[in-house]
Nanobody
Framework: QVQLVESGGGLVQPGGSLTLSCVAS????????MSWYRQPPGKQRELVAL?????RTNYADSVKGRSTISSDVNTVYLQMNSLTPEDTNVYYC??????????WGKGTLVTVSS
């Protein structure tokens, strides 16, 4: 079993920055990617950023150019800059394996407000 624990959320002013972290532990093997998702009200959970085991990245258009996803062993980071109130959400960490098993963290809340 794999456990994912996110951290780094909190209250930040518009225009500010923060970095989210997610640590994976447990029986980790066959990892294809680690990623960050968020779920806007009334909508499905959406991909924010993804990084594959070989370093390829993908970003949602809404964060492209102001966010950077990176990873280190079993930790994935998401640095977000120029935050706006529209970025307010719970951010979930995801680990996907090559055989299409998905693991999720419980989420960390990011609130962008003055």
């Amino acid at each position: 079993q794999v456990q994912l624990v996110e951290s780094g959320g909190g209250l930040v002013q518009p225009g500010g920055s923060l970095t989210l972290s997610c640590v994976a532990s447990g029986s980790i093997s066959g990892v294809y990617s680690m990623s960050w998702y968020r779920q806007p009200p009334g909508k499905q959970r959406e991909l924010v950023a993804l990084i594959t085991r070989d370093g390829r990245t993908n970003y949602a258009d809404s964060v492209k150019g102001r966010s950077t996803i990176s990873s280190d062993v079993n930790t994935v980071y998401l640095q977000m800059n120029s935050l706006t109130p529209e970025d307010t959400n719970v951010y979930y960490c995801n680990l996907a394996t090559w055989d299409n098993v998905n693991y999720w963290g419980k989420g960390t809340l990011v609130t962008v407000s003055s």
